[in-house]
């Protein structure tokens, strides 16, 4: 009997042990798997991190895009009738010209004065659109920004860099030079 109780001790024994034992493999494996999921859950913070830092540089994509179609569009929207403007502003210098021709006969004076009437609606049609004439006259200082030599003259009696005469004058459309004002130039 004292054999059985000692093996029943012995077995006790061993149980508690292997219990320990399990206790503790429990304890380290909890351990691991707490640690496993710290790390999983640093990686899905930094996930989180990364995808928001991506959405930003998304979003600011997207509005600088925005802004630059904005911008483009304003362009086009203020420039784009310079190339109908260009087109239509050389004839209508030339009729000026003609309208400007000296006249005694009274019929032709009327259609000349309807024809002045006409050109004065499209160049309100023109500074309504931002196309306007330069203005320029003799005496100006000469700027290749917005003038074109034709000539250049000596002994003009004028300082040298100033206009001399105007042969056709410029345009603007806006703050841009549409068409070139041509021109003498005193050397």
Do not use: W
Request: proline content about 2%.
């Amino acid at each position: 009997m004292n054999n059985e109780k000692e093996l029943k001790k012995e077995e006790t024994s061993v149980e508690n042990k292997e219990k320990k034992v399990a206790t503790e493999e429990i304890k380290k494996e909890k351990k691991d798997y707490k640690k496993i999921i710290q790390d999983l859950e640093k990686q899905i913070e930094s996930c989180q991190k990364e995808i928001e830092f991506q959405k930003s540089l998304r979003n600011a994509d997207i509005a600088n895009l925005t802004k630059k179609r904005n911008e483009q569009e304003a362009l086009v929207r203020k420039y784009g009738s310079s190339n109908l403007a260009e087109d239509l502003i050389k004839p209508i210098d030339l009729l000026k010209k003609v309208v400007e021709t000296p006249t005694d006969i009274p019929e032709l004076q009327n259609y000349l004065m309807g024809f002045k009437m006409i050109i004065s609606q499209i160049e309100n049609a023109f500074e309504t659109n931002g196309i306007k004439a330069m203005g320029v006259k003799a005496g100006d200082e000469f700027d290749s920004s917005f003038h074109e030599a034709n000539e250049s003259l000596e002994n003009s009696g004028m300082e040298s860099n100033k206009i001399v005469s105007v042969i056709s004058d410029g345009y603007m459309i806006h703050d841009r030079v549409l068409i070139h004002a041509i021109v003498k130039v005193a050397k």
